[in-house]
């Protein structure tokens, strides 16, 4: 089977089996992906933010897919993470799911952003869902600031630049805290162009390393610090 033939395999698969679920009286997998939690996490404002980011009101091109966004979330609660690191900030919509979940654990994300336009866009959208106390974005190259960042972190998600993660790796691996995770996008989409760092994190006598993917395309590499 080709790869495209495969992907669509894969694809109509995966949506036969949410059907059937939601047929049965279950939930498809986005219905469970949804957020339905009554905690402040999800208040009206970051609903519709969000809502607004989907459904293109608000410039969206470059973010994850919710499903993505939802596992983010989810990670941050499974960690109970209270410092956390985005590489890529574009304009916030998976800082958001983040930044949300850190309602909630009590903690805060730094994430970095090389366009100005964005960095600035991005801020406005923290400040409009409430979250601007939670997440700070500073505007510059990730691989000059993280060198400069002082901490450690409980969760670092690296999603600018696609090809250079061995460099990050380099000087994030230090700044990750022992129970830490990494979480890579694009590892099924981007495979070849990140496999230098893929045969690091999955060859690492301290790490656990998996690939997973919720839609079926862009894919997480999932690496555990141990
Ligand atoms: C895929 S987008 C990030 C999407 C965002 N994480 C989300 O899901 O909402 C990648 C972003 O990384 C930024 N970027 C690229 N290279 C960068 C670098 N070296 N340092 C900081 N940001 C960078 C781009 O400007 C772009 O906005």
């Known amino acids: 089977m080709t790869s495209m033939k495969r992907r669509e395999f894969v694809q109509k698969s995966a949506s036969a089996l949410g059907l059937l679920a939601a047929m049965q009286g279950g939930h498809s997998l986005i219905e469970a992906a949804e957020p339905?939690?009554?905690?402040s996490e999800w208040n009206e404002a970051r609903k519709q933010i969000?809502?607004?980011?989907?459904?293109?009101?608000?410039?969206?091109?470059?973010?994850?897919?919710?499903?993505?966004?939802r596992f983010l979330n989810l990670l941050v609660h499974m960690l109970q993470a209270k410092n956390v690191l985005e590489l890529g900030t574009f304009i916030g919509y998976s800082a958001i799911h983040m930044g949300a979940a850190l309602e909630v654990t009590?903690?805060?994300?730094?994430?970095?952003?090389?366009?100005?336009?964005?960095?600035?866009?991005?801020?406005?959208?923290?400040?409009?869902?409430?979250?601007?106390?939670?997440?700070?974005?500073?505007?510059?190259?990730?691989?000059?600031?993280?060198?400069?960042?002082?901490?450690?972190?409980?969760?670092?998600?690296?999603?600018?630049?696609?090809?250079?993660?061995?460099?990050?790796?380099?000087?994030?691996?230090?700044?990750?805290?022992?129970?830490?995770?990494?979480?890579?996008?694009?590892?099924?989409r981007f495979k070849g162009a990140m496999q230098p760092y893929l045969d690091i994190v999955f060859n690492h006598d301290q790490l656990i390393s998996v690939?997973?993917?919720?839609?079926?395309?862009d894919?997480?590499?999932?690496?555990?610090k141990k």
């Open 36 to 39: 339905t939690g009554a905690t």
């Open 50 to 69: 969000l809502d607004e980011m989907e459904s293109g009101r608000r410039r969206s091109g470059l973010s994850v897919p919710r499903e993505d966004g």
């Open 106 to 188: 009590d903690g805060q994300l730094t994430t970095i952003e090389i366009e100005r336009e964005r960095v600035l866009e991005a801020r406005e959208n923290f400040k409009s869902a409430g979250l601007d106390n939670r997440i700070t974005c500073i505007e510059g190259d990730a691989h000059q600031v993280t060198r400069e960042l002082d901490g450690k972190f409980d969760l670092i998600f690296m999603d600018a630049e696609k090809g250079n993660e061995v460099d990050y790796f380099k000087v994030l691996f230090p700044k990750l805290n022992n129970g830490g995770v990494i979480a890579l996008h694009n590892a099924i």
């Open 211 to 217: 690939i997973l993917s919720l839609t079926m395309d």
């Open 219 to 224: 894919g997480f590499a999932v690496t555990y």
